[in-house]
């Protein structure tokens, strides 16, 4: 796996991302942490095969947290339907 430097990234940003987006996900070193830059069509690929369960929360100032496994996510009541659409 290549992976490119947090610095290199800053510099090239607008290729990169375009890179990530149309050709294939691009993998980041930044000190000792590692990320992937991908498009949204990859992630949706990656996961496919896995079926995710939700419990959604409202809370008094309208926010919404959604809890997945272990996994959670915090969004206004704006964005709901693309979020509840991801399960």
Not at 29 to 46: A, C, G, H
Request: hydrophobic share 40%; charged share 30%; with cysteine.
């Amino acid at each position: 796996m290549l992976t490119m430097n947090a610095t290199d990234v800053r510099k090239n940003w607008s290729e990169i991302s375009e890179n990530a987006i149309r050709e294939k996900p691009q993998f980041i070193k930044k000190t000792r942490d590692y990320m992937m830059l991908s498009s949204m069509e990859f992630v949706n690929e990656l996961l496919s095969d896995y079926t995710f369960s939700a419990v959604k929360y409202k809370e008094k100032d309208g926010s919404i947290i959604c809890r997945c496994l272990r996994l959670f996510l915090i969004v206004t009541r704006h964005i709901l339907h693309k979020i509840l659409n991801l399960f």
